[in-house]
């Protein structure tokens, strides 16, 4: 435990409470009546915590892209993405088992095989962290090299970022379909958060340039919440294009979120008990990105809807509920061999 990074541990709980918190406020986000008052609470909870799958992916580069971690091509296989594929199936048999028993009377082959294949809706996490590790020994030669690093994160930042949402904004397809031409998309997707996190995790920034990296974070939040309300009372419908992961003003919050726990809060001391359970929630953290929705689907079953209460209590209330049974769930299975190889 003595090479751990509890700041890292840290990051990844709040990560993991943050999924947990949006799946709850997203799940009537788009049921509410817009403009509402319990709309309004659910666009703010589902606005603070985009965050939680960028900071997944950028701990996971912080590590595996980190020359000092020997990796070779057979680790990432047996290893890693190994890891993964055991996990997907297990997890996506039970998901489909249990989504096969709810909605039909008799077992449908065709819709069991279509869920299993696919996964359940959260699991796409498990199908792109898979493609971000058959890609890690490429990664690792780029990120190593500074400048070869800050050339892909602002290529990145500028075709995965800034360029989509302006061109969904204001409808601008001769541009979309200009840029299409360059074929650039090894810049797309989550490899700037890939890379990002290793890069966050080296570099070193002054107080000023961390005052500006919280400032924008700040003002990202408000723009989420903001710019979703107004696109949505635009277009008379709920909006998520500032939701999205790649959104610039989402970009900007996980990246405060990554340098305020680097710098801020690594500088809390914690005693021996706390700090062992910092270790023991962070192990556990998979397991509980992976089985939480069991826990919204029981709920919802036993007739708790956060639309029948206060939103603004009972959105926190059901989170911390389906993040405690998680946490149990995943705890069991750690102290049980057999399914702590398989799920």
């Not at 998309?185 to 919280?214: H, P, Q, W």
């Not at 990246?255 to 929630?281: H, R």
Request: proline content about 2%; hydrophobic content about 50%.
């Amino acid at each position: 435990m003595n090479n751990r990074i509890i700041y890292v541990d840290l990051l990844r709980i709040t990560a993991t409470f943050s999924v947990v918190l949006l799946h709850v406020a997203a799940g009537n986000w788009g049921n509410a009546a817009l403009g509402t008052y319990e709309w309004n609470v659910f666009n703010f909870y589902d606005s603070l915590v985009r965050f939680g799958v960028p900071i997944f992916v950028m701990i996971s580069g912080m590590f595996l892209l980190n020359p000092a971690k020997n990796i070779s091509y057979k680790d990432i296989y047996s290893k890693y993405i190994l890891r993964i594929v055991i996990a997907f199936i297990s997890w996506s048999l039970l998901y489909a088992a249990y989504a096969n028993i709810s909605s039909y009377d008799t077992f449908n082959r065709q819709a069991f095989i279509k869920s299993f294949m696919f996964g359940h809706y959260h699991l796409w996490y498990l199908y792109m962290i898979v493609g971000l590790y058959v890609i890690t020994p490429f990664l690792r030669k780029i990120a190593v090299d500074k400048k070869a690093a800050e050339y892909f994160l602002l290529l990145s930042v500028i075709f995965t970022s800034v360029l989509p949402i302006t061109i969904k904004i204001f409808n601008l397809t001769s541009l979309d379909l200009f840029i299409n031409k360059f074929d650039l998309f090894f810049t797309y997707g989550y490899v700037g958060y890939y890379i990002g996190g290793y890069y966050l995790g080296k570099c070193k920034f002054n107080k000023n340039i961390r005052n500006i990296i919280y400032i924008s974070g700040i003002l990202g939040l408000v723009c989420t919440y903001v710019f979703t309300n107004i696109i949505s009372l635009q277009t008379g419908k709920a909006d998520s294009t500032f939701y999205s992961y790649f959104a610039p003003n989402v970009m900007v919050v996980s990246i405060a979120i990554f340098t305020f726990f680097k710098y801020e809060v690594s500088k809390i001391k914690f005693n021996q008990n706390t700090s062992k359970f910092i270790y023991i929630l962070s192990d556990c953290s998979f397991r509980i990105y992976l089985v939480h929705d069991f826990f919204n689907m029981f709920i919802l079953k036993a007739g708790i809807n956060t639309l029948n209460y206060n939103p603004a209590l009972s959105v926190i209330f059901v989170a911390i509920t389906v993040f405690m049974g998680s946490l149990a769930t995943s705890f069991l299975i750690g102290r049980t061999p057999l399914l702590k190889r398989i799920l």
